[in-house]
């Protein structure tokens, strides 16, 4: 249950003008509850779960670099993934060891929140980290009798000083919207994700102007996608009527998939770089 479900008069994001409220920090986001609607047992709590969570920023490099206390990620990477993990109650030191163990290039695994953490991962050599989660969700599930929801962000590349903060900042949210909706999804791409944002008009600026500065990067790379939709992702299709050898073809689709993160052989990814031309 969220602090929101709890809360029907708490006001997301902006500070309302008018009237007395209680401020918390959630999934980096700022939640303002009405005071006259608190108990001072209320008040007391929500006050120690605030200060916890500034306390913790300031302990974990990371953390404090996605909340915005640092500007330099205290890790140079030149292709870095962010995994977000929703779980029912606090990860135990156990959980912690065996989910950083999954996986060979976890950089860090900081808690958002005592229900969300974060793993950060170096993709410099690409690890395919939703297969292995995937498989491994069941058994985690039922060894550590708690349920969890995945949500596999973009594999960035080419990220400098506060550059993946703004990533961070839209997928993060993107995940809380998305949980809000569609909270029976036990694991989400970031293809998917901001797919169901586009389409419900939910912000995503930072998102959408890094991906049409790769597609613009590119040479022809607004004719590839265009012509690859309206061939239903048939590549022989494409690639004859854009005058190109299929391997051409091929190996555009290859950089573009190294620059962006994205692979337009995918429906998802290829669905949301053709909307977001159309917006041009």
Known sequence: MSIEEIFPGAVLGQKPV??????IERHNQVIYLPAGELTERERYLLGMLDEESKDTSLKDPWLAYFLGEKEVMPLDLSKVQLV?????FPFSAELVELMEGLLANVVAMPNLTPTRSLMILDQTKVL?????????????ESDFAMSLTVA????????????????FADENRLFSDYLMHRGETQTVTFASLALWALVNQLAQPSIKKKVLQQIGSMEDM??????????????????????????SLQYKLDKFQSLSGLNLKNLDDLAYCYLLIQEI
């Open 18 to 23: 008018e009237g007395d409220w209680v401020s």
């Open 84 to 88: 977000y993990i929703e779980h029912q």
């Open 128 to 140: 395919d980290a939703r297969v292995i989660i995937e498989d491994l969700l069941p058994t985690i």
């Open 152 to 167: 596999f962000g973009n594999t960035w590349s080419n990220v400098r000083g506060s550059d993946l903060q703004a990533y």
């Open 222 to 247: 607004s004719d590839v996608i265009t012509r690859l939709w309206q061939e239903h992702g048939n590549l022989m299709q494409t690639a004859q009527h854009l005058f190109i050898h299929r391997n």
